[in-house]
T-cell receptor, first 114, second 110 residues
Framework: DAGVIQSPRHEVTEMGQEVTLRCKPI?????LFWYRQTMMRGLELLIYFNNNVPIDDSGMPEDRFSAKMPNASFSTLKIQPSEPRDSAVYFC????????????FGDGTRLSIL | EDQVTQSPEALRLQEGESSSLNCSYT??????LFWYRQDPGKGPEFLFTLYSAGEEKEKERLKATLTKKESFLHITAPKPEDSATYLCAVQAKGTYKYIFGTGTRLKVLA
């Protein structure tokens, strides 16, 4: 079975540029999560969608960050304009529901902002 | 405030040397405790879910246990391929959020 698919795997860009990260959740999963992982702060939840609707975006650090989920099989996380402090690994995860079903993670996008 | 603390931060074992990783938690009603394994350059890989004190789960050389305050991940006769970072996360009742610990970096030497 296909897991969570993220693209690109690596992104290097200059500050001020727009960055778009993409995620395809596991088919049939109705909850989707975007996380950011850094050495200093570990895994932080940025935003959570349920049935394609954003439920909680309180973890989004600034207005420069936005996320969409236009359908059940696709989500994007956009940073505009990007800054060096946005450099991190961004993970997407999905789960069957928001009960105690485990979240399944993609392999992440390693983002470097120069 | 919900909190998860993992110890030790790093652990080096010889192949075959059994040990345990600790995950201490404070949560207002536990819905579930999750163990993940993360290899370099990869996303966290789900291992176990534990729901209530006294519960145990096993998978190959790994065994996870749960009390009201902590969980242990026991590694029996580890092999070099068990080297990874092991993450613990808790989910409180009535929420969807996971609170992750900072992980234990395990290195098993041949």
């Amino acid at each position: 079975d296909a897991g969570v698919i993220q693209s690109p795997r690596h992104e290097v860009t200059e500050m001020g540029q727009e960055v778009t990260l993409r995620c395809k959740p596991i088919s049939g999963h109705n909850s989707l999560f975007w996380y950011r992982q850094t050495m200093m702060r570990g895994l932080e939840l940025l935003i959570y969608f349920n049935n394609n609707v954003p439920i909680d975006d309180s973890g989004m650090p600034e207005d420069r960050f936005s996320a969409k989920m236009p359908n059940a099989s696709f989500s994007t996380l956009k940073i505009q304009p990007s800054e060096p402090r946005d450099s991190a690994v961004y993970f997407c995860a999905s789960s069957l529901d928001t009960g105690s079903q485990p979240q399944h993670f993609g392999d992440g996008t390693r983002l470097s902002i120069l | 405030e919900d909190q998860v603390t993992q110890s030790p931060e790093a652990l080096r074992l010889q192949e075959g040397e059994s040990s345990s990783l600790n995950c201490s938690y404070t949560v207002s009603g536990l819905r579930g405790l999750f163990w993940y394994r993360q290899d370099p350059g990869k996303g966290p890989e789900f291992l176990f879910t534990l729901y209530s004190a006294g519960e145990e789960k096993e998978k190959e050389r790994l065994k996870a246990t749960l009390t009201k305050k902590e969980s242990f991940l026991h590694i029996t006769a580890p092999k070099p391929e068990d080297s990874a970072t092991y993450l613990c996360a808790v989910q409180a009742k009535g929420t969807y959020k996971y609170i992750f610990g900072t992980g234990t970096r395990l290195k098993v030497l041949a």
